[in-house]
């Protein structure tokens, strides 16, 4: 994600009227150092500047971009909001300080300090370059590109706001326009690792997998500690099916992401003997990665450990579930002692995990008694008819929910069909003309798993409850964009996570139609009752 932060060298007016003409000169020699990266030194003289004039805001400005720059974003955020206090008008101060709310995961505080700034000064291009980065994330990919486009009508050679734009177009599905503003971005002075691992996504998001393999290993060979690089060709190797290799490059998220890992101040557990140790196993990123690999519960039971889960809420009951689990809590609560922690995501490399070593056996999620009596009731079974669930959405936020939705028109043919009834498992969605909505009805996960289990089949977008659904070993069609998600492999119907599952893959980009007539097809080849064959298929 390209961002950009602005570090003057003009314009630096001490805020007193000073006799001492030596400090002018030291501010002007130490924002040299900081462009140079020279930033130790810089710092030192900054904080001299501040000892004679405490409220100096270019010294209180720039000081605070170090802090930030070398990480400390509590820091940072304090010093230039003192400079704003005593220099409310300056622009520049507004960018660099709308960047640390951003690292500080304040994405609102960050949106307004560009904004502020632009409201100071039209015309910089460094606030509309950062303020598209912010839509981009928020999913606003058509008011992000204005952004952006107004930063390049500014600055036609900004290398940031080219590759925020190659971004952007990415994520719109324009892949060649992605690449060439991306290339451009390298004519003007961008990192060429940094363009090649960008390249190198957006190829991926093509379906070219060779030549995007071929662009992040070439960043990797000039940038070899370059984690996004890492990340993005682990998931080529998932994607094929090389399991091992993916998973170990998988490892470098954690130098991206916040797998929370940093505020346990115990260790990551490795894989060794427990010898009744207490492991804590939390949650990282989406529902349906901790509901996939909750599955390894009882691997890590196996090396002698107790095994406590932290999750998200919705899941937690759900979570309970899952066997050798001896307590699950929720994001935010309090947690027990524990020994050590591990990231779910990385227990398949803990375990060595290929496509022949998969833990596929199902159920390993159930559903509580009382939770089984309630949806009973609310979904009885009727004589000749199959209750089908439905998904055509998934969350909004994800990078890739556009290629993965579609919309609930195309179910039509599937909802007019006799002898079927339809349910709306789909949480947001609007109502749809002959299909029970159940989503006021679904609490948590725990209340998604008990309404599958009265279904008798899920048919599905890639969604968490694909996932539920799957860990519970029950039948679950999945419908797939033309670019799928690693964990879905290339060119197959079936899925070794998941026994339960059957695959329907688009041919081309955005087109549903073709997956609907094999839907339909496959719904006309099986008869009544839908139950599961001994391969675990219907």
Request: charged fraction near 20%; hydrophobic fraction near 40%.
């Amino acid at each position: 994600m390209a961002t950009d932060f602005i570090v003057p060298i003009a314009d630096l007016k001490p805020h007193v009227n000073l006799s001492l003409m030596n400090i002018l000169g030291a501010m002007v020699a130490a924002t040299r150092l900081h462009q140079n990266g020279r930033f130790e030194q810089a710092e030192q003289i900054y904080r001299q500047v501040l000892a004679i004039q405490p409220r100096n805001p270019d010294a209180l400005h720039l000081l605070g971009l170090i802090e930030h720059q070398f990480g400390r974003n509590t820091e940072a955020q304090e010093l230039i909001e003192r400079a704003i206090r005593n220099k409310p008008h300056e622009p520049t101060f507004y960018v660099n300080l709308g960047q640390v709310y951003r690292a500080l995961n304040r994405i609102d505080m960050a949106e307004q300090a560009q904004r502020q700034a632009i409201e100071l000064d039209p015309n910089i291009a460094e606030a509309h370059s950062n303020l598209a980065s912010i839509l981009r994330e928020r999913r606003q990919l058509e008011q992000a590109e204005t952004s952006v486009r107004r930063a390049l009508n500014l600055n036609p050679r900004f290398p940031a706001a080219l590759i925020n734009l190659g971004n952007i177009l990415k994520d719109r599905g324009q892949i060649d326009q992605a690449i060439e503003s991306f290339q451009q971005a390298l004519n003007f002075g961008a990192s060429r690792p940094e363009i090649l691992n960008n390249i190198g996504d957006a190829l991926r998001a093509k379906g070219e997998y060779a030549e995007a393999r071929t662009a992040l290993e070439e960043a990797i060979n000039l940038a070899p500690d370059m984690a996004v690089a890492h990340w993005n060709l682990s998931l080529l190797h998932l994607l094929a099916g090389d399991l091992p290799r993916g998973f170990e490059e998988y490892e470098w998220r954690l130098r991206l992401i916040d797998a929370d890992s940093s505020r346990f101040n115990k260790h990551m557990w490795d894989g060794g003997e427990l010898n009744g140790q207490t492991i804590l196993l939390h949650a990282e990123q989406g529902f349906g990665d901790a509901i996939q690999f909750i599955r390894y519960a009882p691997l890590v039971a196996q090396r002698g450990g107790k095994i406590i889960v932290e999750c998200q809420r919705t899941l937690v009951k759900l979570l309970r579930s899952a066997p050798d689990v001896s307590a699950v809590f929720g994001k935010g609560e309090k947690l027990p002692e524990f020994d050590c922690h591990v990231p779910m995501l990385s227990l398949p490399r803990i375990f060595n995990t290929t496509l022949e070593s998969i833990p596929a056996t199902v159920p390993y999620l159930s559903v509580d008694e009382q939770l089984t009596s309630q949806w009973q009731s609310r979904l009885p079974n009727e004589a000749g008819i199959r209750k089908i669930g439905l998904v055509w959405q998934g969350n909004p936020k994800h990078i890739n929910n556009r290629n993965r939705s579609l919309s609930p028109t195309n179910f039509q043919p599937l909802i007019n069909l006799p002898g079927v009834k339809c349910f709306s498992l789909q949480i947001g969605g609007a109502p749809v003309h002959n299909v029970t909505d159940l989503a006021s009805d679904l609490r948590d996960f725990a209340d998604t798993a008990a309404a599958l289990n009265e279904l008798d089949l899920l048919i599905t977008v890639d969604t968490a409850a694909t996932h539920v659904a799957g860990a519970m070993g029950r039948p679950v069609w999945l419908l797939l964009p033309l670019i799928p998600d690693w964990r879905w492999l290339l060119d197959r119907a079936d899925s070794p996570w998941y026994p339960t599952m059957r695959i329907f893959r688009q041919a081309k980009v955005g087109d549903w139609s073709d997956v609907m007539d094999q839907i339909m097809q496959a719904l006309a080849d099986h008869s009544m009752p839908m139950d599961l064959n001994q391969s675990g298929r219907i």
